[in-house]
């Protein structure tokens, strides 16, 4: 995500005398510019902070640590910024740690960095888009739903259609566990009574059988009279097998004027850290060279 070339001759010439001390400086300058493109303090990073600003209601917390750093030393003047799509964890050392599952959970961060078509993520079996109907479905205040709520209304749909496989029944008992009631006496003797599910997975009869129409539906004023309500309404649509998503986050080019624009500054400030440190180190040897002679 970010391409970075210091010319490390001229910085020695800027110094003179104390160019030893530069590829400690350089090393500094970087590992402090690419924390603060990435992570920064409190998670203050720039582009923590522009990718929270750019999607609406905010990022979740797990999409915003997909941004992640590798430092620099002195023997080594290479520091990272990285897009980690895979959920797993690069840390500042270079290490890298995998998620708990195989699968590609921050898949979705490639897009909103570059543009392009939207999938289904790897590892859940999905050929389809999960997609909630926003006004009908309770999202968080991001805008997401959670894996529970749609387990909770997909389980209630399954449940209900297994008792009838291939079928569409009317109900009795509980929306957890319904069952099969047959009147015994009455104009419905023989006949099942009871309401339908509440959800139904699938397209809805007397529609046409495309991808907009297939999802997860729910069933609206049902009672004895109507027992498959009075309308429906869709929860999830799941027909779509990809979307396309244009570009709504500049990482690159972000990340390259933050470094740009600071890098001499913080070079000035690494480079006065440096020199301490070597003054430091200086007096700990004389000090130490002293005692011995004693």
Do not use: C
């Not at 599952?101 to 392009?116: D, Q």
């Not at 050929?127 to 894996?147: A, I």
């Not at 749609?150 to 259609?161: E, K, S, V």
């Amino acid at each position: 995500m970010l391409d970075i070339q210091l010319d490390m001759k001229g910085a020695m010439d800027r110094v003179g005398a104390a160019k030893d001390q530069v590829p400690l400086a350089m090393s500094h300058t970087m590992n402090r510019l690419v924390y603060e493109i990435a992570v920064g303090d409190n998670g203050s990073g720039v582009l923590r902070k522009e990718t929270d600003r750019k999607l609406d209601k905010g990022a979740e917390r797990f999409t915003l640590s997909g941004f992640q750093y590798r430092r620099s030393t002195k023997k080594d003047l290479i520091a990272e910024v990285v897009a980690e799509y895979s959920g797993g964890r690069l840390a500042p050392n270079g290490l890298y740690k995998k998620g708990g599952s195989g699968a590609n959970k921050r898949e979705y961060l490639r897009t909103i960095l570059n543009g392009g078509k939207v999938l289904p993520p790897q590892g859940t079996g999905r050929k389809n888009l999960l997609e909630p109907v926003t006004n009908v479905v309770r999202l968080n205040k991001h805008g997401n739903f959670t894996k529970k709520t749609f387990t909770n209304l997909r389980g209630q749909a399954a449940r209900a259609g297994a008792l009838r496989p291939g079928g569409d029944p009317v109900l009795a008992g509980t929306k957890n566990k319904p069952k099969l009631k047959i009147a015994k006496r009455g104009k419905k003797k023989g006949q099942p009574v009871g309401k339908a599910a509440k959800y139904f997975w699938g397209h809805p009869k007397n529609r046409e059988k495309s991808d907009e129409n297939y999802g997860l539906w729910e069933r609206m004023g049902r009672t004895q009279k109507y027992p498959y309500g009075r309308k429906i309404r869709k929860v999830f649509q799941a027909g779509r097998p990809s979307r396309q998503q244009k570009r709504m986050v500049q990482g690159t080019e972000i990340s390259n004027r933050h470094f740009m624009r600071n890098y001499s500054k913080q070079f000035l400030k690494s480079f006065a850290m440096a020199m301490r440190t070597s003054h430091r180190r200086s007096r700990v040897i004389d000090s130490f060279n002293e005692r011995r002679k004693t």
